[in-house]
């Protein structure tokens, strides 16, 4: 099955870099919002990624006949092979995903021509719920329909679709055109056809697809990289050391470039903060989930929610 028509549904970190790397990759993309307000906070994500694109372009000009181990992956991995018109043809396909992504309210116009919908919303069950229900009468009947949830499985969900059989997750990492990172997992009921389909999918804006055997709460990725960052969120919340420190100290001691909390900021806090209030002991006063909770509050409440906003534990 060949996709032509996409329908992201959110426009936070994740949902806006889907849709303009789907863009890019010469899709024509929708992202679907709830209200004007969310128009407003998706907008500007959107400017950044594409000065963010035209910056990487650069780097590859610069680049070209070196040695660039740096290249962005989800651009090209045959970086050797580029020229001056390749880069060329990279700067116009930006401007057409920028000009091109359209901002839809309407129910009925984001998704009645969809061939395939990415669920990018926040990690509340409720509300994907309400979503999938509400949203059947408008789908056509062939369209995919796979979430990008971080932590919740496809098959918590399968039945509210109403199309079971085409219905999988497909989940990204963060800052896609470099983590270009693409992990497939359906549950028992997903058709092989719309399994391969999002694999080839996958394929064609960039990533490396990575397919999954089984349901995995957490995916390959998260199931690494949650409890890693919830050590350090406990080292805080204990007040053990500061982000700083913390952040540090992983990087000394590893060599890594990025420290948890700078992780975090890119995540987003607020998808750290939803993360966080599913697991058990977070209502509960005392527990360290409650305190990490407590944390990534105070945080969200200033505006401070991470890399999109500017600032979140450190600033942008």
Known sequence: MKFKNIVVAGGGVLGSQIAFQSAFKGFCVKIWLRSEASIGRTQPKLDRLYQIYLKEVEGLEAHLGKDYPDCPRGFTNEFSKLTEADIQQFRQKIEEAYKNIKLELCEAEAFQDADLVIEAMAENREEKVAFYKRIREYLPEHTILVTNSSTLLPSMFAEDTGRPDRYLALHFANNIWRGNTAEIMGHEGTSQEAYDAVVE??????????????????????????????????????????????DNTWKLGTGSPLGPFQILDIVGLMTAYQIVLAKPGAQEPGTVMYKIAAKLKEYIDAGKTGVNAGEGIYKY
């Open 201 to 246: 999918f996958a394929g064609e804006i960039g990533m490396v697809p990575l397919p999954l055997k089984k349901e995995q709460p957490g995916y390959i990725l998260n199931s690494m990289l949650v409890p890693f960052l919830s050590a350090a969120e406990a080292l805080w919340a204990n007040d053990v050391a500061d982000p700083e420190t913390i």
